[in-house]
């Protein structure tokens, strides 16, 4: 009791903390279905994060939870570490939830289950008038849990074609609307066959003012272009709507700046997106720039602009 501990001791369902640091530091990862605590107190401890042991406060599980259930929970855990470690690579929290050599326990242990199972119900049914079979009845559930939580890393979800589905999460469809209707393609022709990069612009034109700016921007975009480009538009359901030289993608409402910054990110086809806002105007070189940057090493590349920001 009083022991402090550290990001390992934050599991929730029995944890209290404060509000604050939540809405300061991290809410969770609603990519995940397993271990969403864990992964969220891995974030947690660069602010200094402590766990306080108070041995009074119990929890009480009010479910029953048989070999079955817990299997397929062990094996929904592996997938859902398979996740973390592709968020975490390199650290101790993936090395610690995805441990090197999943996928050969799973190949050379899977022909086991079966009979790993048939051998825990005998230990079950007999341990009630043997409890010196328990040691063994405890090692089989080890053994099986360990195996079922290998497949969960080493194989996708059931109905996924793509191994490494599982591994990072595909960018949503938000959720609560259609996916935007292709409206309009503007584009030049011939233009970016094939785009070596994407410029994808959110607009939400809500006075004939904007919409103008919008269309300033994408032409000037096209006026100094270098590299063979693409432009590809969401529109967040602009009251006003006016024609752009540009693949246009349109919300039937507005669905918010994140929602059209991913989702042009997600339509765009070239190997390079720049994200630009549709009150900017670019200059020559600019294009050549953000790529060469992008290009030329790991890294985010952010332009100087006369807001000295």
């Given at each position: ?208 003012e904007l919409a103008d700016m919008a269309r300033r ?93």
């Amino acid at each position: 009791d009083g022991q402090v501990l550290d990001w390992h001791g934050f599991w929730e369902g029995r944890v209290s903390c404060k509000r604050s640091l939540l809405l300061r530091r991290g809410l969770h990862d609603q990519r995940l279905n397993y271990s969403i605590d864990v992964e969220l107190a891995w974030r947690l401890r660069v602010t200094g994060l402590r766990m306080v042991y108070d041995a009074s406060a119990v929890s009480l599980m009010a479910r029953p939870v048989d070999v079955d259930a817990f299997g397929q929970r062990c094996e929904a855990k592996g997938r859902a570490h398979a996740t973390v470690a592709a968020l975490h690579p390199g650290t101790e929290i993936a090395s610690r939830l995805a441990p090197d050599g999943a996928a050969e326990l799973w190949e050379q242990k899977q022909q086991s289950v079966g009979r790993l199972r048939q051998r825990i119900a005998a230990l079950e049914a007999s341990a009630a008038a043997d409890g010196g079979v328990l040691p063994e009845l405890h090692g089989a559930y080890r053994e099986l849990f360990r195996i079922l939580h290998a497949k969960g890393l080493a194989t996708p979800a059931d109905g996924d074609e793509d191994p490494a589905a599982g591994l990072l999460p595909a960018t949503p469809t938000p959720a609560g609307g259609p996916e935007p209707a292709l409206v309009h393609d503007g584009s030049p022709p011939g233009a970016g066959s094939p785009p070596q990069l994407s410029v994808t612009i959110p607009v939400w034109s809500r006075t004939p003012e904007l919409a103008d700016m919008a269309r300033r921007t994408v032409e000037r975009v096209w006026e100094v272009a270098r590299v063979p480009t693409e432009v590809v538009v969401v529109d967040n359901g602009s009251p006003v709507e006016v024609p752009l030289p540009a693949r246009v993608y349109r919300y039937p409402e507005n669905r918010g700046v994140s929602v059209g910054w991913n989702t042009g990110i997600r339509l765009s086809s070239a190997p390079v997106v720049a994200v630009l806002n549709s009150d900017c105007r670019v200059e020559p070189g600019w294009d050549e720039a953000l790529l060469d940057a992008a290009t030329d090493g790991r890294r985010i590349a952010f332009p100087y602009t006369d807001h000295c920001d």
